[in-house]
């Protein structure tokens, strides 16, 4: 016997036991509260089933059968804790509950994981009540609910209510445009930003709202960045305010595509830096004048020492430049051609505190009055050491007289000892001193500084800074301004 034909069977026992005993209009209104019923049950977006006393499936709806995927005589005569769409999930929690509903008490729905007949994991919400015959407990009702569809769309639905809510809490522009660049999305920052309502910006490309030659500049960029298909950052852009003022903006997106691979446009974000570079520029600004005070003092500094000293002016800013040249010549880093080029400028400092007889005196000098002279550098030490150079400008004009044979002033400095940059400052110091005219000899030019320090290479002068030296002059044709 097919499964209809048990159904149509059992309906009509079910019927005929109903009719027995009844006036015909009692019938007929029973017949149709059962079809009724019956529609109720197979129309219900739920899963229900019906279970005896013991627990056993009497009867289920197609909504049942749907979400379980198992055929009715797969159910039915089966404990209902005890179907195979269960398992051993949820056995001992499942039969307490169904005890409470039998006992005539309220049972607390309940979520459960389940496997339908065809292996899909399924997460569902069970509730037992109990139903009654002859004002008796004959059994419950199970009804089932599939909410693995509700829990992901709860999830998206969360997930979405978050994402709005830090996109319009955050500081930042939110943005999206499409393939062409024109705006598909904008987030409500921009009135704070830009002074226009998001529905001003929609179906606008952001070129237009940068200024002429910002946007002509950035056609090319953006039409770059489209082409290579990838996320960038920091990209700085520069748009007006509704009323005309300029908005500087750092942007970084990243772009989105079809399902074919083709790029549909990009999404990402402007933050409003503009008061960030009117910080750093006032910083530039500020640092720019506290350089330019700073070369004023040195070159203040430097002038003091050529005032007392008449027969060597101009002998400090021509070390420099030559050093500095050299320093270039050996590829020194910018920082060390810094170094060369301030303490050329102050390696004569200590000076100020040798008096003037000596300094300008003509004909050689005698030992007391060389050991005067000689603790100029110690002197210069004392003064530039109180003072915070970025640099180690003390350290290299105390060294400046130190040679590689150990036999320079003030404390005998050896080769490793002495800094590269006082080795420099070393060789230009003589060559400048035998090519310019002293209080104690004329001038011996330039080529017999030039053999002087070829002699001593090695000896008493750096043989990597001779060689630069030289270079300087014979290959790159150097002249002191």
Not at 240 to 266: C, M, Q, W
Not at 279 to 305: D, G, P
Not at 462 to 475: I, M
Request: net charge negative; proline share 3%.
């Amino acid at each position: 016997m097919t499964e209809a034909a048990r159904d149509s069977v059992v309906r009509e026992n079910w019927n005929m036991s109903i009719v027995r005993g009844s006036s015909e209009h009692e019938t007929t209104e029973k017949l149709e509260m059962l079809d009724q019923l019956k529609a109720l049950l197979s129309g219900s977006t739920e899963g229900l089933a019906l279970t005896g006393l013991r627990g056993e499936v009497i009867r289920v709806n197609r909504t049942f059968l749907d979400i379980s995927g198992y055929a009715q005589q797969e159910i039915v005569g089966r404990c209902f804790e005890a179907l195979e769409m269960f398992g051993n999930v949820a056995g001992g929690d499942m039969i307490r509950r169904l005890d409470v509903a039998l006992s005539g008490q309220q049972a607390l729905p309940f979520e459960t994981a389940a496997v339908s007949k065809s292996g899909q994991q399924l997460e569902l919400e069970v509730r037992f009540s109990s139903w009654r015959r002859m004002g008796r407990i004959a059994g419950a009702v199970a009804t089932v609910k599939e909410i693995s569809n509700l829990k992901r769309m709860k999830s998206l639905q969360d997930d979405e209510e978050r994402f709005r809510d830090l996109i319009e809490t955050t500081s930042d522009w939110v943005w999206e445009t499409d393939e062409k660049g024109v705006y598909t999305y904008v987030s409500p920052r921009v009135a704070d930003v830009l002074g226009y309502e998001p529905s001003e910006m929609l179906g606008k490309s952001h070129l237009d709202f940068m200024p002429l030659e910002e946007a002509r500049q950035a056609i090319g960029t953006v039409a770059a960045v489209m082409a290579s298909r990838e996320p960038f950052k920091f990209m700085l852009m520069k748009k007006l305010h509704k009323t005309g003022n300029p908005v500087f903006l750092e942007t970084s997106g990243t772009p989105f595509f079809n399902a074919d691979g083709d790029i549909r446009g990009y999404r990402g974000v402007h933050r409003d830096v503009t008061e960030r570079r009117k910080t750093a520029e006032e910083v530039q600004r500020t640092y720019h004048k506290l350089e330019s005070t700073v070369e004023s003092v040195i070159q203040a500094m430097a002038l003091t020492v050529e005032k007392r000293d008449y027969c060597t002016a101009g002998h400090q800013q021509r070390v420099k430049q030559l050093a500095c040249a050299i320093a270039r010549e050996m590829q020194l880093s910018n920082d060390q051609i810094q170094i060369v080029r301030v303490a050329g400028l102050l390696h004569d400092l200590g000076k100020i505190f040798v008096p003037v007889e000596i300094l300008t005196k003509p004909g050689n000098l005698t030992e007391t009055e060389f050991a005067i002279i000689k603790t100029h550098p110690q002197s210069a030490y004392d003064v530039l050491g109180g003072i915070e150079f970025p640099w180690p400008i003390a350290e290299v004009v105390f060294q400046h007289h130190e040679r590689m044979n150990g036999s320079g002033y003030p404390v005998g400095l050896h080769d490793g000892e002495i800094t590269t940059e006082a080795r420099i400052l070393a060789v230009a110091d003589v060559v400048e001193a035998m090519t310019f005219h002293r209080a104690y000899r004329p001038a011996l030019g330039l080529e017999a500084a030039l053999r002087e320090i070829v002699r001593q290479k090695e000896s008493l002068y750096d043989a990597d800074v001779v060689e630069a030296c030289l270079g300087v002059f014979l290959d790159r044709g150097f002249s002191w301004d």
